[in-house]
């Protein structure tokens, strides 16, 4: 099955320090990985994706993520964090149905934390 | 531009009574639909997705329903709420390439 693992559920970081949020994907054949962001009461926004190519992908706000084959990893980063970064961020793979349609699958998400 | 409209953003039902949580996308066709529920503030649950008119998929058994009448409009329905049906609902699209997907702006359900 295909999936994806956030190890932390909540990161702390002081503004202007760069922060990752962790992401460990599982997936047969070449893996489609994206990152979203949720602010409190708000349906999920889109950040970045990686299909193909440049293993750096650069996003919306500042956030870029590194795709790492070797380590199945697709961390999140951002080089200094904001106090309106703090919010909810999904890491997700395009995962095969056993009928044949992909769907969006959704890691369990990581609460960041941005303090002044 | 694409757009995806999802209403009610809240709502509080009683026990025992019917539901319907509509949403509409712009600006596509032949959109992949989804319906997700988050309780908690946590991960996401899918329900139901679509790949095309009158094909629905449900991923879990549960007290919910949906329907796709029409290419860019889909209903989550429910004949009898439960107490356990509450949490927050989000509608999704994604493209046939089934890449990136974009959210509605969420219903927080209350069943009371």
């Known amino acids: 099955a295909q999936s994806v693992a956030q190890p932390e559920d909540q990161v702390n970081v002081a503004e202007g320090n760069p922060l990752t949020v962790k992401c460990t994907y599982s997936?047969?054949?070449?893996?489609?990985l994206f990152w979203y962001v949720q602010y409190p009461n708000r349906g999920l926004q889109f950040l970045l994706k990686?299909?193909?190519?440049?293993?750096l992908v650069k996003g919306s706000y500042g956030f870029e993520a590194e795709f790492n084959k070797s380590q199945t990893s697709f961390h999140l980063k951002k080089p200094s964090a904001l106090v309106s970064d703090s919010a909810l961020y999904f890491c997700?793979?395009?995962?095969?149905?056993?009928?044949?349609?992909?769907?969006?699958?959704f890691g369990r998400g990581t609460s960041l934390i941005v303090h002044p | 531009s694409q757009t995806i409209h999802q209403w009610p953003a809240t709502l509080v039902q009683p026990v025992g009574s019917p539901l319907s949580l509509e949403c509409t996308v712009e600006?596509?066709?032949?959109?992949?639909l989804y319906w997700y529920r988050q309780a908690a503030g946590r991960g996401l649950q899918l329900l139901f997705y679509?790949?095309?008119?009158?094909?629905i998929s449900s991923e879990v058994p549960q007290n919910l329903s949906a329907s796709r009448p029409q290419d860019r409009q889909f209903i989550l329905s429910s004949k009898k709420l439960l107490l356990s049906d509450s949490g927050f609902y989000l509608c999704?699209?994604?493209?046939?390439?089934?890449?990136?997907?974009?959210f509605g702006q969420g219903t927080r359900l209350t069943v009371v």
């Open positions: 999704a699209w994604s493209g046939r390439m089934n890449t990136e997907a974009f």
């Open positions: 997936v047969s054949g070449n893996p489609y």
């Open positions: 990686y299909i193909t190519g440049d293993n």
């Open positions: 997700a793979v395009r995962a095969l149905l056993s009928g044949g349609s992909y769907i969006p699958t």
């Open positions: 600006g596509t066709s032949n959109p992949n």
């Open positions: 679509s790949v095309g008119i009158g094909q």
